[in-house]
């Protein structure tokens, strides 16, 4: 039998012999008096007839909600109604960490940098664009131009950049619509730092070819596809037509909360796929690059150097495959090849 709170008093008569009666259509539980039959809500406070609602109300009748069950990352609401009875998710955005991509804010400047911007930018250049270590890169410095530095220092070099291409991928991406975009591709592969096995998850935009974002972790879990996910949908919306993974449990809450709007298409293999050749194509170049440094040394540089070259992948390198176009380009960011230029030379 129902339990009935011993505060709980008729407010007319001042009886406790009550009925449980449902709920009001705010979702508070209703008592009826056994002794003159009036309804009332206690937990309802008064006046409150154009109160703001506590839930939010029903998406397909426009009633009120009650929370019915409450989850780490949604919370599960159903209509007051019973005929209506619809149970819709809300994400809470709240509790989602965000992804590795999201780098710590980093302040940057020129000081103590010794060699003009002109070498720093293209050794950069060689070692994002040209698959180079860090020791070839210092040897091509010094065939080319005649400067002698070492492969620690064009370490370092590359890695205090990467919050000023960060800056500029964040601005630009942020005016981008890709919401009329008909398929978002998500996907896991790994990487070594320091002997260990780590997961990189990445997302495109498969017409673009843009990498949307990624994130680093070193598991293979629910919480990293969740970060991924959220973090798409918080920057670009929602794909018009399909969200496509691989078979990973990890995807299915994600996605479906996420992109309601979207179709969640699992598959056995990319290969399997007609449109594969947006992950294949980075893929590609991205073992091309990473092969030859066999392995990051730590997770922080890792993690800048990777978001460094998807800013290089998505906003300086022509793909062929897009008419000598960047997928930036091609997803409507506008900047010239001046522009371009100048973002490698004086970024
Ligand atoms: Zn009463
Ligand atoms: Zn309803």
């Known amino acids: 039998m129902a339990i009935i709170p011993l505060i709980v008093v008729c ?8 009925y449980r009666f449902g709920k009001d259509k705010d979702g508070f539980q209703k008592y009826q008096c056994k002794q003159c039959r009036r309804q009332f809500a206690p937990d309802n406070p008064p006046n409150n007839s154009r109160r703001k609602r506590k839930y939010p109300g029903c998406p397909v009748c426009g009633k009120a909600s009650f929370l019915h069950h409450d989850y780490t990352y949604y919370s599960n609401f159903r209509c007051c109604d019973k005929k209506c009875n619809h149970s819709f998710r809300v994400p809470k955005f709240i509790n989602i960490d965000p992804p590795s991509s999201e780098l710590q804010p980093h302040t940057f400047s020129f000081k103590g940098m010794r060699h003009p911007l002109y070498i720093v930018l293209c050794a950069l250049n060689y070692y994002f664009c040209g698959n180079s270590t860090t020791r070839k890169v210092a040897q091509t410095l010094y065939m080319v131009h005649q400067v002698k530095v070492s492969h620690v220092t064009i370490s370092k070099w590359i890695k205090r950049f990467a919050p000023v291409f960060k800056k500029i991928a964040t601005d630009r991406l942020l005016g981008v619509n890709l919401c009329d975009s008909d398929e978002w591709h998500f996907d896991e592969t790994y990487i070594k730092i320091a002997g260990k096995d780590y997961y990189l998850w990445l997302a495109f935009d498969a017409e673009t ?113 897009l008419n000598g176009l960047t997928p930036a380009q091609v997803a409507g960011v506008q900047y010239s090849d001046k522009e371009r230029r100048f973002w490698l030379l004086v970024a």
């Open 209 to 321: 070819r843009l990498v949307l974002d990624f994130h680093l972790s070193p598991n293979r879990d629910s919480n990293s596809a969740h970060s991924l996910l959220a973090n798409c949908r918080r920057k670009f919306g929602q794909p018009r037509s399909a969200v496509i993974s691989d078979r990973y449990y990890a995807y299915q809450q994600p996605a479906s909360l996420f992109f309601p709007q979207a179709k969640h298409i699992r598959v056995e293999d990319f290969d399997d796929l007609i449109n594969n050749n947006v992950i294949e194509a980075f893929n590609g170049q991205f073992k091309a690059w990473y092969k030859p440094k066999r392995g990051f040394n730590s997770f922080e540089s890792a993690n800048r150097l990777i978001a460094t070259y998807i800013f290089f992948y998505n906003f300086i390198r022509p793909h062929s495959s």
């Open 11 to 18: 407010p007319r008569c001042f009886s406790k012999d009550l």
